[in-house]
C-alpha cells in the first residue's frame, strides 16, 4: 500500500531534474511512509533532455515511475496525466523546477493527515521572483476572490505543493488541459465544501530559465474564471 504518491511536473526542468528527484527521495527515505515518486516529464521538443533524465532516474530507484509522452496539452494536461497514475492514499502535486522547496512536501503531507483535513497546500508568504509574477498572483487572487467570495480563506489559489486524499480527488472533475488547473481543483474542493488548509512557505527566484507565465496567462485566467462561474456555474 503506497501511503504518498509525489507527482513532480517536470516540464523542461533537464538537468536539474536530476538534483530535486534525488533531494526528494533522500528526505523521504528519512520517513518510513511509503511512498511514490511520479515524474511527468512530457515534451514539445526533440531537443528536451527532460524524458531521457526522467528515466534514468526511473531506472535508478524502485519508488520513482516516469511519464514521458508528447505533449497534448499545457500544465493541466501533465498534472492530470500524473495525478490519475498516482497510486497512493495521498496525492501531491509540486512543480520540479525547484522553486518550491522540496521540504514543503512533508510538510503539507503531516498537516494532512494529522489535521485530518481533505486538501491542504501552500501560501507564498515569501517570494523572490519578479515583480510581474507578484503583481499578476496578486491580480489573479484578487478576481478569484471576486467571483468565489466564498474562498477569502484561501490566501494563494495557485500555489503548490497541493496535497488531497485519495477520497477527495475522486470527487473532483478536472477537465482543464492549462494553467487554470490549479484554480479548477480550489473551485470543485469549494463546491463540495472539502476541508482545507494552507501553510507558509517560501518561493525563491528561477535562476536557469525564464518564466513560462506570459501576458497571455493573464488572459487564460480571465477567460477561465469566466468561463467557469458563469458557463459552468461552479
Known sequence: MVDLSIVVLAYRSEEYLKDFALQ??????????QYELIIVANYDS?????PQIAEEIARQYQQVRCLTKEKQGKMGWDMRMGLDACKGNVLLVIDGDGQMPSSDI???????????????????AIRMDGWWR?????????????FYPMAKGIQDVNSKPKALTREAY????????DWFTDSEIMIQALAHKMRMCEIS????????????????????????LLHYRFIKKC
Open 170 to 177: 475522486n470527487r473532483l472533475e478536472l477537465t482543464s488541459n
Open 24 to 33: 526528494i527521495v533522500g528526505e523521504l527515505s528519512k520517513e518510513t511512509l
Open 201 to 224: 512557505t517560501t518561493f525563491y527566484k528561477n535562476e536557469r530559465r525564464a518564466s513560462f507565465v506570459k501576458v497571455s496567462t493573464a488572459f487564460e485566467f480571465l477567460f477561465n
Open 46 to 50: 526533440l531537443k528536451d533532455k527532460t
Open 134 to 146: 507578484r503583481v499578476m498572483s496578486k491580480g489573479y487572487n484578487r478576481l478569484f476572490h471576486m
Open 106 to 124: 512533508m510538510n503539507v503531507y503531516q498537516a494532512l493527515v494529522h489535521g485530518k483535513y481533505d486538501l491542504v497546500k501552500t501560501f507564498r
